[in-house]
């Protein structure tokens, strides 16, 4: 899975959590919270969905590394990648 | 006059029913025969009758409100910004930590938990996959404080548990309210989510007490000898209660005056009805209304068509009544849009306050062969009655755990 897909999988994931949010111009440097209504119980509904959907772990001490699209491409590509997709 | 005695006001009502989501909708269907009820596929029990509401929640709602929170949740704010709407209220001018939401809930919680077990099922039951919405959805208060969240009403806002009583009793605990100046607007009355909880169907139909019949606009009969029990429906209304001097200083529509209540326990069964204790919770709410059996003009009874129950609340009406109230019809809403559980109180009392501008009773339909034993003298049925006087509504609501409640309405004479 390249970034840019690993991007893809956290925006699917907004746009079912956030359903009235415009996700056409999301800015992959700048955090999310800064450009969209989330808030803490939609972070918890990101990691929730990785889990899911991916079978992916975000332990809560690494949560701050889903900030933006580019700091969950960083740290969500290798995870994809150990479990071979 | 203190507050202790002042006169409360019903000065706006926003419903949705399984026949209506509107009090115009609704009314015109109760007066032409339009029954709500249909068949719906039911988590492990397959296709089961059951009155479904179809108002639109992206009315009031965002999206991400509708799918954060609860069915509860989204009926309430439905019916309370509709409610606002129609009281002519000017809401940005409102004080909202003088306003309360008072409403009565059956139950409440049954059906987000059922979901979340149902979710966890498909992995493994590993409570990791548990959502962590499960509480904000299911804590007892959940449909009034959404419904605080959507308005931004920051006064007393919480729910009122008393099974299917609870329609009545959010009225009742508003105007309590009212009386002793906790707030100076109540939003209140009942919701009820019920029909999406396999719980509750099951439960029934191990009670023997969940009606069958092949049509389902007639599976919900009270009074019918062929009745067979209870359609679990979906509903909420919710009404603008004021006291008169606010509701006057504005010039606002009012629909009623609250006239009196009265709420009792039976401490018998957990689930049979006493008519005795029903019998001396609507002799109470006719005292505290200073008002004798004969000036009641429309009794609107809770009979949920179970064989049983039907008949022990015509036996609690025939001994307050007797046979000398001429005056005195007697109806049933339910049979239209089945048990709305928490939301059937308010709902059932919305349904006859056009009464007092129209003149008209509802029937109660569905009645092919009257049972004997609830034929009880004004008994509308069937087709729609024209009378010479409706000044007083009696609402009756009954609930399990042996909780009863009374209102008593009365036309608003400045």
């Not at chain 1, 111009?25 to 990101?46: A, C, G, H, T």
Request: proline share 5%.
């Amino acid at each position: 899975m390249t970034k840019d897909d690993c991007k893809q999988v956290v925006l699917d994931i907004i746009a079912d959590i956030a359903p009235d949010e415009d996700l056409s111009n999301v800015k992959p440097d700048v955090r999310l919270r800064d450009q969209l209504q989330l808030d803490s119980m939609d972070f918890l509904d990101i990691v929730m969905e990785l889990r899911k959907r991916h079978g992916i772990e975000v332990p809560e001490a690494d949560y701050q590394r889903l900030a933006s699209l580019d700091s969950c491409a960083e740290y969500l590509t290798p995870k994809f990648t150990a479990l071979g997709k | 006059m203190s507050l202790s005695t002042a006169r409360i006001v019903i000065t706006g009502v926003g419903l949705t029913a399984p026949n209506g989501d509107s009090l115009a909708e609704f009314r015109h269907h109760l007066l032409t025969g339009v029954a709500g009820i249909s068949r719906m596929e039911i988590r492990y029990m397959g296709p089961q009758l059951a009155g479904v509401c179809h108002y639109d929640p992206l009315r009031h709602q965002k999206k991400k409100e509708v799918r954060v929170g609860t069915r509860a949740g989204s009926i309430s704010i439905y019916c309370a910004r509709e409610a606002l709407a129609d009281s002519g209220l000017n809401w940005e001018a409102v004080a909202k930590d003088r306003t309360g939401i008072y409403i009565g809930c059956t139950e409440h919680g049954n059906v987000e938990t059922e979901n979340e077990i149902y979710n966890i099922s498909k992995f493994n039951y590993d409570t990791k996959f548990w959502s962590h919405y499960h509480n904000p959805r299911t804590v007892a208060n959940n449909p009034a404080g959404e419904t605080s969240l959507n308005l931004g009403v920051t006064g007393p806002c919480y729910t009122i548990g008393a099974a299917c009583a609870a329609g009545n009793m959010g009225l009742v605990h508003a105007a309590q309210m009212l009386r002793l100046g906790e707030v100076d607007l109540a939003i209140c009355g009942g919701v009820s989510e019920s029909i999406h909880t396999f719980g509750i169907f099951a439960g029934f139909k191990s009670q023997n007490a969940l009606a069958t019949h092949a049509d389902p606009a007639k599976a919900s009969r009270p009074f019918d000898l062929a009745r067979n029990g209870i359609v679990i429906s979906e509903g909420g209304c919710l009404y603008t209660l004021e006291r008169l001097d606010d509701a006057r200083r504005r010039g606002a529509k009012i629909y009623a005056e609250i006239a009196g209540w009265h709420v009792n326990s039976d401490a018998s069964d957990y689930v049979l009805p006493n008519p005795t204790r029903q019998a001396e919770c609507i002799r109470a709410a006719l005292a505290r209304s200073r008002l004798a059996p004969r000036d009641i003009h429309l009794v609107n009874t809770h009979a949920t068509a179970t064989p049983l129950g039907d008949i022990q609340e015509c036996e609690a009406i025939r001994a307050v009544f007797g046979e000398g109230c001429p005056d005195t019809s007697i109806n049933n809403t339910k049979s239209f849009i089945g048990h709305c559980m928490g939301a059937a109180g308010a709902l059932e009392l919305a349904g006859n306050l056009p009464s007092f501008d129209d003149l008209v009773v509802h029937p109660t339909i569905n009645v092919d062969r009257l049972d004997p034993q609830c034929a009880l003298p004004g008994l509308v049925l069937n087709q729609p009655r024209q009378v010479a006087k409706v000044d007083t509504i009696l609402n009756n609501s009954f609930g399990m755990l042996g909780i009863n409640s009374t209102l008593i309405v009365r036309r608003f004479v400045p």
